[in-house]
């Protein structure tokens, strides 16, 4: 997960009274995160949250104009519930059978409670941590739930400092494919 993904999800979801979220984009085929979409249209209430249709919208918008692909759905929880609801799970399982062609489908979960030791599947927000899963096809039909290894790609304080240093604006990251096959 980028960097810049990690900050955008703090500034959105950490902090704030949950239920909150949005979607996670990426490079297709590739296992990295490099886009956040919030949803600010969203169902919410203390305690659940539904993704709007805005934000089907927005998705499809970003995969036909940015060459992105949907990963999956983050949302925050309240307090230290820092796993899936069994809804979220059902919503999980969901997420990967509408798109069979990916090997997993993502739901994260931004808790409000700091992360004392964080476990290989989460990573400390300024705001509250987050703590990564993923629905994978199970042997026999439906989906399993399950921490998913996370690791930051650490690239935006770098791309700050080096637009700082050359006397540009804000620093922004991106991928972009090299151009081998």
């Known amino acids: 997960m980028a960097d810049w993904v990690l900050r955008a999800l703090d500034a959105e979801l950490g902090g704030h009274p949950p239920e909150r979220g949005g979607a996670l984009l990426g490079p297709p085929g590739r296992p990295l995160l490099t ?13 659940q949250w539904a993704p709007s249709p805005a934000l089907g919208e927005r998705v499809a918008a970003l995969e036909r104009g940015e060459g992105l692909e949907l990963k999956g759905l983050v949302h925050s929880h309240p307090g230290a519930l820092d796993q899936p609801s069994a809804q979220d799970a059902r919503e999980l399982a969901a997420g990967l059978a509408h798109n069979p062609h990916l090997g997993c489908y993502l739901g994260p979960v931004v808790s409000l409670a700091p992360a004392a030791a964080p476990g290989a599947h989460e990573v400390a927000l300024p705001r509250g941590k987050l703590s990564l899963f993923a629905a994978r096809r199970a042997r026999g039909g439906g989906a399993e739930v399950r921490p998913e290894p996370l690791r930051a790609v650490p690239l935006l304080r770098d791309l700050e400092r080096a637009a700082a240093a050359l006397g540009g604006g804000r620093a922004e990251g991106f991928v972009t494919e090299s151009g081998e096959g």
């Open 35 to 47: 886009h956040f979409a919030p949803d600010p249209g969203a169902r919410a209430s203390a305690c």
